[in-house]
């Protein structure tokens, strides 16, 4: 199951490099970021699903988006494991910057609720869920 989800535009590549180096979804377009029962987050684009990674050891409960721009993305994960992770989604690929452990159960969550929410997109280019 599908317990939480934020939509975020992917990183532009240029010219014929965008063409040939893409593989998953397409530059520039919108993407959700969906976190699971299982501990693993998912990107899904118009295309289908192409990322999974296991960050958490348990559910993942929030999803926080920092930043989203044509250079990539970083955004927060929150998880019943009481671990709070910070990633990137840029051009090189997905990356893990840091985790920290804020505290245990729903405690944790309280701090991501005060960061600054993205940019709102029109529902016409929102990938369906």
Excluded at 52 to 81: N, P, R, T
Excluded at 94 to 117: D, F, V
């Amino acid at each position: 199951r599908l317990l939480c989800a934020k939509l975020l535009r992917l990183p532009l590549r240029e010219g014929k490099e965008r063409k040939e180096a893409l593989r998953g979804p397409s530059a520039g377009d919108l993407a959700w970021l969906v976190g699971d029962e299982h501990g693993s987050l998912h990107l899904i684009d118009l295309q289908g699903p192409h990322h999974k990674g296991a960050v958490h050891e348990g559910k993942v409960l929030c999803i926080q988006l920092l930043s989203s721009g044509d250079q990539g993305s970083e955004f927060l994960s929150a998880g019943a494991d009481g671990t709070v992770v910070r990633h990137r989604l840029d051009l090189e690929g997905w990356t893990q910057l840091a985790a920290h452990r804020p505290g245990c159960g729903l405690r944790h969550l309280a701090h991501l609720s005060l960061m600054k929410a993205a940019e709102s997109a029109t529902a016409s280019n929102i990938p369906p869920l």
